[in-house]
């Protein structure tokens, strides 16, 4: 299966660390996105690349937060100073050219800030 | 941006049609409709995406009427494996210039299905 993966599915840290999240598309796909998710809401939009071009990042995502996709395949997302309301499971998709909603999933990473 | 409503929670019952009704009022021309559908602990699943009339795949089908201020995503012969989150999005596709503000997934309605 070459679905989209994440790695770690699981982070915990204390307040004040920083993390590193990895995210693999479908290696066909150009198109990559994060989410986060808080338990009882949907996905919330953090940022979008197109190949190796971060297009757009969400007015929420806080400065302590940047992604990169260095050679327009894999992409990582890092948190700097971690705070506890950075708990929250991340997502990565992918999608290709001309299918913006048809989205993959991966199957996310949770981060517990302790 | 076209915001959407959706009910909450639904519940049915295995071997019955399930229709989860989207509103989006203020949808644009450009705008397309999308479902998605998520079970806990995973990621989203695209389920099917339209712009008019209606659409089908092997999974649902997908009403909009002429007006396109709602959308009812119609799920048959529902089992226990439906119960999940299910998700109306809308927005312009990036390569035609929209944003990523049709990207907001909302709260979603949580369908249950009983024996």
């Known amino acids: 299966d070459t679905g989209v993966s994440q790695d770690p599915r699981h982070k915990i840290t204390k307040r004040g660390q920083n993390v590193t999240f990895r995210c693999d598309p479908i290696?066909?796909?150009?198109?990559l996105y994060w989410y986060r998710q808080t338990l009882g809401q949907g996905p919330e939009f953090l940022t979008y690349?197109?190949?190796?071009?971060?297009?757009?990042k969400s007015r929420l995502l806080s400065d302590r937060f940047s992604a990169e996709r260095p050679k327009g395949s894999f992409s990582t997302l890092e948190i700097q100073r971690t705070e506890q309301g950075d708990s929250a499971m991340y997502l990565c998709?992918?999608?290709?050219?001309?299918?913006?909603?048809?989205?993959?999933f991966g199957p996310g990473t949770r981060l517990t800030v302790t | 941006l076209a915001k959407t409503t959706q009910p909450i929670s639904m519940d049915s019952y295995e071997g019955q049609e399930v229709n989860i009704t989207c509103s989006h009022n203020?949808?644009?021309?450009?705008?397309?409709i999308t479902w998605y559908q998520q079970f806990p602990s995973q990621g989203p699943r695209f389920i099917i995406q339209?712009?008019?009339t209606k659409v089908t795949n092997e999974v649902a089908s997908l009403f909009i009427p002429a007006d396109r201020k709602s959308s009812t995503l119609s799920l048959p012969r529902v089992s226990l494996s439906d119960t999940a989150v299910y998700y109306c999005?809308?927005?312009?596709?990036?390569?035609?210039?929209?944003?990523?503000?049709?990207?907001?997934f909302g709260k979603g309605t949580h369908l249950i299905i009983q024996p």
């Open positions: 998709a992918s999608s290709s050219p001309g299918t913006t909603y048809e989205q993959y």
């Open positions: 290696s066909e796909h150009n198109r």
């Open positions: 690349f197109q190949n190796e071009a971060q297009l757009e």
């Open positions: 203020n949808i644009a021309t450009n705008d397309y």
């Open positions: 339209g712009y008019k």
């Open positions: 999005l809308v927005g312009a596709r990036m390569y035609s210039g929209g944003g990523a503000d049709g990207l907001t």
